[in-house]
């Protein structure tokens, strides 16, 4: 049995009634998200495109990826695409697909597909009048510095920056 | 302004009036919720403790490191030593903070403290009657081959066994 709550722009919340897998029966508040993509953007040269963004949120600006909403019925990888320019202003040549994470699968069902993006070519970065966001570069060594001291602090960043590290390091 | 949609067990939902840093200003859909903590428990021989836990809104059950909601005021490494416990049946001698992470700074406050803790023994599993999950040993290798063959999905957990294993490499 679901009871919604209230459906928003961005989330659902509803109270769904689940019988487990050891019989008991829970009522879960359910958040029900359209799901998004997110992309590492690696130069040649091995530097990487983050951006840093305001989210109200997490209460000030942190360092992130290139990310966004899934549209009803798009893509993945066109959404990746897509906020690559809007967001940074990069085209990329090839993208590859890192992993899909369940972002705080307790009590959403978010899923962001992230992608590591190469062959970077100059775009038109187009940002919405709710995006606050400034482009920084740097190594990708240096990102995973900055995950270590704690100063990159999103998750869909941190595990997209690691597995683009892992990736050259396993090479 | 903040407008409360809803009041949970574990989230609160808020429409959130905020001026942003370009002086739009825009209502947002915010989840607020108490935080957690998490534990990457690695064994001297360098196997790491996971679980397989059911997740309704994951749609099954899926790899984790134990992790459990911050009660009131509680110290997150007070959370992780708990929930390491009470998950998995194991104390530890050592607690390290890897990182502190948003899972999803769009939407969520949410912050999870993941540590790695080390010089395990054992200890008394208690699960609560909501807790549906059986324990998962394996090398710490093969857990970050699980991230990238896409079999490992939850957004903590990468982040927590991949900083873990760079850390080893990093010795």
Redesign the interface.
């Known amino acids: 049995m679901i009871r919604n ?2 459906n ?4 659902t ?1 509803n ?2 009634t ?1 019988q ?3 019989g ?1 029966t ?1 009522d ?4 029900r ?1 359209p799901g ?1 993509a997110a992309v590492v953007p690696v130069k040649d040269d091995g530097t990487v495109v983050l951006i840093r963004q ?6 000030g600006f ?1 360092y ?1 990826i290139p990310a966004g ?1 899934l549209n009803p019925g798009e893509d993945p990888l066109h959404c990746a695409s897509r906020e690559l320019e809007e967001e940074v202003g990069y085209r990329a040549a090839s993208f590859v697909l890192l ?12 899923v ?1 597909h992230i992608y590591q993006a190469t062959g970077l070519t100059k775009g038109r970065q187009q940002l919405d ?2 995006e ?1 966001l400034e482009v920084v570069e740097m190594p990708l060594a240096e990102a ?1 510095r900055k ?2 001291e ?1 100063t990159i ?4 960043t ?2 997209g920056v ?2 683009a ?3 050259g ?1 396993a090479r």
Do not use: W
């Open positions: 709550i209230y928003g722009r961005v989330v919340l109270i769904e689940v487990l897998p050891n008991v829970v879960l508040e359910t958040i998200h998004a305001f989210r109200h949120a997490a209460g942190i992130e909403k992993t899909s994470i369940f972002t705080a699968p307790g009590f959403a069902d978010e962001i009048r709710d606050v995973v995950i270590a704690g602090r999103d998750a869909k941190i595990v690691q597995a590290y892992l990736r390091i």
